[in-house]
């Protein structure tokens, strides 16, 4: 089934540090330019960042409040993609989703995983 | 970094109504352009990309048109499934943005 299941989410408190993860199955992960997007409650979508195929070079690009903070990277061997979140603020919180453009061009998310809910809370 | 605008920010409709959204970059993007639709609790689903393709699956009541700065989303006959919030996004940079969302609520 091609599927993306993200994981990893939970309660942490400000100035707190958090890894998600995206499991992909169905698809040639290791070709994919995989991203992360983002929703807190009740609002509308935030690109986080992406992540380039190791073939194109590997490298990421992240939007401009998470520059700094927050770090994605893949492991093709496990089908998995990854966000490092460190320093993380109330602002955070969200439904965290991974995506990905199986129609070959950058942008045109056609297939998106369920979502994993980070509460950044004292 | 681009901005997108959309507007309405909501619209009330009855089924078989005609629903037109638009979006505005901040700045020329060609047709890199998607539409996705949103339902509570739900992921998007890609609608609509490069501006005018439909994406494989999606109903022909759904249509877009556009290039450069300005942009729409059409729903030519609303059906009861249509009802969610729809987003507009920009693909013509290596940070992509998303328009603030339209929600299609029932007249």
């Known amino acids: 089934e091609v599927q993306l299941v993200e994981s990893g989410g939970g309660l942490v408190k400000p100035g707190g540090s958090l890894r998600l993860s995206c499991a992909a199955s169905?698809?040639?992960?290791?070709?994919?330019?995989m991203s992360w997007v983002r929703q807190a409650p009740g609002k509308g979508l935030e690109w986080v960042g992406r992540?380039?195929?190791?073939?194109?070079?590997?490298?990421?690009d992240y939007a401009a409040p998470m520059k700094g903070r927050f770090t994605i990277s893949r492991d093709d061997s496990e089908n998995t993609l990854y966000l490092q979140m460190t320093s993380l603020k109330t602002e955070d919180t969200a439904v965290y989703y991974c995506?990905?453009?199986?129609?070959?061009?950058?942008?045109?998310?056609?297939?998106w995983g369920r979502g994993t809910l980070v509460t950044v809370s004292s | 970094d681009i901005q997108m605008t959309q507007s309405p920010s909501s619209v009330s409709a009855s089924v078989g109504d005609r629903v037109t959204i638009t979006c505005r970059a901040s700045?020329?993007?060609?047709?890199?352009l998607a539409w996705y639709q949103q339902k509570p609790g739900k992921a998007p689903k890609l609608l609509i990309y490069a501006a005018s393709s439909l994406q494989s699956g999606v109903p022909s009541r759904f249509s877009g048109s556009g290039s450069g700065t300005d942009f729409t989303l059409t729903i030519s006959s609303l059906q009861p499934e249509d009802f969610a919030t729809y987003y507009c996004?920009?693909?013509?940079?290596?940070?992509?943005?998303f328009g603030q969302g339209t929600k299609v609520e029932i007249k």
């Open positions: 995506a990905t453009d199986r129609l070959g061009i950058f942008g045109y998310f056609d297939l």
């Open positions: 169905g698809f040639t992960f290791n070709i994919a330019w």
């Open positions: 700045q020329g993007i060609s047709s890199w």
């Open positions: 996004q920009q693909a013509n940079s290596f940070t992509l943005t």
């Open positions: 992540i380039n195929s190791k073939t194109d070079g590997g490298t990421t």
